[in-house]
């Protein structure tokens, strides 16, 4: 067998030889699941004390109720609540094909809504049926086997779920396929949980930063808040010019066709700097439509948009035209450093955004006359270019690690699918887990 090996944590996996999946098994669920309705009340007093009230999660399974909502939401009276022991699974059968299953393992004992199915394993592992039964594939079986008219409200019934087959490695196997997306589940909640940290720690400092400066210098009150005296303040429409963009007629091929002046929508903002464009207008374009050419060291501010786009803020590192979605700050002072402005508005991002929605708009939108209106500090430029590099630096290590998230997530995503079909042989890591 050829080799294929993983820089990832060092692991080193085989490619499966063509019959390697003759060792495993087709098996229907009922023959692997047991169900089981063991309700609160048939434990001991010392049980019941110990059984938490847990909600199942499409994204993070079991977890503690008052983990999800702040509080027990559940009625004072659980009796009828589903015991769950570890390694059990449990599912929601409203929700099911959207990933509601998981199996507990990260306590011995819990109670679960009555609604909920709870399942005991039978000579199986319960950690590799969790990720099995939550793949894609499973997912979209789920789905057809449903009754209902409304999704919302279609259910799977259990002997629907038990006809279901699933093809199982040996026992073995189950148990270190399950081991290695362990690990690698774990290697991106850590990065997961770095990138968190790196978000409230550049929040933190951009807040000390545009209050307090560099020099521990006294403070005085202003229009934007508390800021070090040495500073001044001034409105963005009297340093810089501000305006928007249009999108030409797709229908007219004149304004695309062979078009080679960039033009950015919205989509573009989440970068920090934006290097380029992914289409292109013509000369007719510009010429015939609200297209200004915006110049490099720009900063473009997203004045409409749904989820986190609204209120955004990026530099331009291209000359480039752009659309109606977006505002551009061209800084003709030359007291204002454009990188640092960038990064002040980027602190500002939840005001933007509450502008944006008070203004009327169920999408929200902010305006240029808002930009023009709204004032930012003026600290010396020698300030200015190191609290720009500080935060540059911030966002740089923040983007780093946003990608190894990124990258684990699809590593972890190509692993599943790899290792649950048998295409990828678990075998040498059983091996290098024996005892010499």
Not at 295 to 301: A, F, I, L, T
């Amino acid at each position: 067998m050829r080799r294929f090996e993983s820089c990832w944590k060092g692991w080193v996996l085989m490619v499966p030889a063509p019959k390697l999946n003759a060792l495993w098994e087709e098996k229907p669920l009922g023959e692997i699941l047991s169900e089981v309705s063991v309700r609160a009340s048939d434990l001991s007093r010392e049980e019941a004390d110990a059984a938490r009230v847990l909600s199942l999660t499409k994204n993070f399974g079991l977890i503690p109720q008052t983990d999800r909502f702040l509080k027990r939401i559940a009625t004072t009276d659980v009796s009828r609540y589903k015991v769950v022991r570890k390694g059990w699974l449990v599912y929601n059968p409203y929700v099911l094909w959207e990933g509601a299953i998981d199996a507990l393992e990260q306590e011995e004992i819990g109670l679960v809504s009555p609604v909920y199915h709870v399942w005991q394993p039978k000579r199986t592992c319960s950690e590799f049926l969790s990720y099995l039964l939550k793949t894609p594939e499973m997912l979209n079986a789920y789905l057809k086997v449903a009754h209902g008219t409304v999704k919302r409200r279609r259910a799977v019934r259990t002997s629907s779920f038990k006809k279901l087959s699933v093809m199982l490695p040996p026992l073995e196997e189950q148990t270190t396929i399950a081991r290695v997306l362990d690990a690698t589940r774990r290697a991106e909640e850590a990065r997961q949980h770095e990138l968190t940290l790196e978000r409230e720690r550049k929040a933190a400092l951009m807040q000390h930063l545009f209050t307090h400066g560099i020099r521990s210098e006294s403070a005085k009150m202003t229009e934007i808040g508390e800021i070090p005296r040495s500073w001044g303040v001034a409105k963005l429409g009297a340093i810089a010019k501000i305006g928007n963009g249009s999108t030409p007629k797709r229908s007219d091929e004149r304004y695309w066709r062979n078009g080679t002046i960039p033009w950015i929508t919205s989509t573009k903002i989440h970068d920090l700097t934006i290097t380029q464009a992914d289409q292109f207008v013509t000369d007719t374009a510009r010429n015939e439509c609200h297209l200004p050419l915006v110049s490099r060291g720009s900063v473009v501010v997203a004045i409409t948009g749904q989820g986190k786009t609204l209120g955004n803020a990026a530099i331009l590192a291209i000359d480039t035209c752009i659309n109606q979605h977006l505002a551009y700050i061209r800084f003709q002072d030359a007291s204002v450093q454009p990188q640092f402005a960038l990064f002040y508005l980027q602190s500002k991002y939840r005001y933007l955004r509450e502008i944006g929605a008070a203004g009327g708009s169920t999408k929200g939108a902010l305006t240029c006359g808002f930009l023009k209106r709204m004032s930012i500090p003026v600290p010396p430029p020698d300030q200015q270019s190191t609290i720009a590099g500080l935060l540059l630096a911030c966002e740089t290590r923040y983007k780093r690690l946003e990608k190894e998230v990124a990258l684990l997530s699809e590593f972890f995503r190509a692993i599943v699918e790899e290792l649950m079909t048998g295409r990828l042989s678990s075998i040498p890591l059983i091996e290098e887990y024996q005892p010499q």
